[in-house]
């Protein structure tokens, strides 16, 4: 008799436990959604600036401050195809022949651009939908009707030659094309900038709570996104001194590191100099380019010096009023051509060597010149390329020039210097 009692007891315990979580267990499930949901809509597109892109005022991280089961796209598709029965399609690179090269390849670190804008987009894309979806290379996939082509890919039969062909550096245009949706810029910093848009497209949708969405057959946006314009004025370390090719000069490397956000042109011209009556850098042809460029260029860094240090065994005052007289004559023809120019004055990097090279008094003038330049109104930084090189004398060979090493690291000492200048311009 006892032990039938006990016997109800325990039932009736394990019966009384049960309705307690039939009960409770629907609200956690609840939570775990919406949590999961914040997770996806908030994950952080890398790198992402919305500057001159926004054709919707509502941003993405304005959109997912109130999360909720509705901001997730229950369909998403091109045309009548659902987004998960397409691929994403890339362009490669001019670099891309560079990386087969055993020699080559480690002064290639960055430069698939378009893959990273591809796998952005999949990213996306997948804290849109929850569909992940693949990125392959335009040369290493057949094509097929259901693709997403990133940059000027190889499917020239699905895209307008004229659309593409006619874009500038800073356009940037999202189309479909029969059943591909074409996303393309005029430079590969373009392309990724149209990503942009495509955030603030979609959350435009969900601000709105429209969670169905199909791109129609005549969809079509261009777009514009300003690539800050850098260049380069200096001397053979500028230009490249037994470099080859010239893909691995310090402007070349630093094109590459900012990809995203400017173009820099190469204006180096070897052995010449800041003052006028020696080597003189307004003497080269490449300065009537520097002329030509400027109303476009945003920025010119000025690393001329060092050739004239050569002459520093007889230098005299009157040499260093020379010498910022002509570094004052160099900024203002910039400038009069752009009254909207920055300018950054860098020093000699360091020379390994004994002899007149990156000379302390011209070093000294070239930091000397900051002050005096930003109180004649042209906006100027100062940058210290001989501390930032003083560690290097492994990567200078012939203990003046930078090796292939040394190139690329002064492309990524400027891109970090440079960084913060940047940054103001896009705001």
């Known amino acids: 008799m006892m032990k039938n009692i006990k016997l109800l007891v325990m039932l009736a315990l394990v019966f009384a436990l049960a309705l307690t979580a039939v009960a409770c267990g629907s609200e956690p499930a609840s939570t775990a959604n919406t949590t999961e949901t914040t997770a996806a809509l908030t994950q952080p597109a890398t790198q992402t600036t919305t500057a001159t892109t926004t054709a919707v005022t509502t941003t993405a991280a304005e959109t997912t401050a109130e999360t909720t089961e509705a901001k997730v796209f229950s369909s998403l598709k091109i045309g009548e195809t659902p987004i998960s029965e397409y691929i994403i399609v890339y362009a490669g690179t001019e670099f891309s022949s560079y990386t087969k090269i055993p020699n080559m390849k480690p002064y290639f670190p960055v430069c698939d651009f378009n893959r990273e804008t591809a796998e952005r987009l999949s990213d996306m894309i997948f804290s849109l939908t929850g569909v992940r979806l693949k990125a392959v290379g335009d040369t290493k996939s057949v094509a097929t009707a259901n693709e997403i082509l990133i940059g000027n890919t190889n499917r020239t039969d699905a895209v307008k030659p004229l659309m593409l062909n006619n874009l500038s550096s800073d356009d940037y245009v999202i189309d479909v094309e029969g059943t591909k949706l074409v996303i393309c810029g005029g430079e590969y910093g373009t392309t990724w900038h149209a990503l942009d848009y495509l955030e603030t497209f979609f959350a435009g949708l969900l601000a709105e709570h429209k969670t169905d969405y199909a791109f129609a057959s005549d969809f079509s946006y261009k777009g514009n996104y300003h690539l800050v314009r850098i260049g380069c004025i200096g001397d053979s370390i500028t230009q490249g001194n037994n470099i080859s090719p010239t893909v691995l000069t310090y402007p070349a490397h630093l094109a590459r590191y900012l990809w995203k956000d400017a173009l820099v042109t190469n204006l180096g011209s070897s ?106 109104g042209y906006p100027t930084t100062f940058f210290d390329m001989y501390t930032a090189t003083s560690d290097m004398g492994n990567y200078f060979t012939d203990q003046l020039h930078p090796n292939k090493e040394g190139y690329m690291m002064m492309g990524e000492i400027y891109a970090k210097a440079l960084a913060p200048i940047i940054e103001s311009m896009k705001k």
């Not at 900024?331 to 004055?345: A, E, G, H, M, P």
């Open 271 to 376: 052995g010449s100099t800041m003052r006028d009556d020696l080597a003189a850098y307004t003497e080269r042809d490449v300065y009537q380019t520097a002329l030509k460029i400027a109303p476009e260029t945003d920025l010119f860094i000025i690393m001329l010096g060092t050739n004239d240090s050569f002459y520093d065994g007889s230098w005299t005052s009157d040499d260093s009023e020379k010498f910022n007289a002509d570094c004052l004559d160099i900024v203002n023809s910039l400038w009069t051509k752009n009254k909207n120019l920055q300018f950054v004055i860098a020093n000699c990097p360091k020379y390994f060597g004994t002899g007149g090279w990156a000379s302390a008094t011209v070093r000294l003038l070239q930091k000397a010149l900051v002050p005096t330049l930003n109180e004649a």
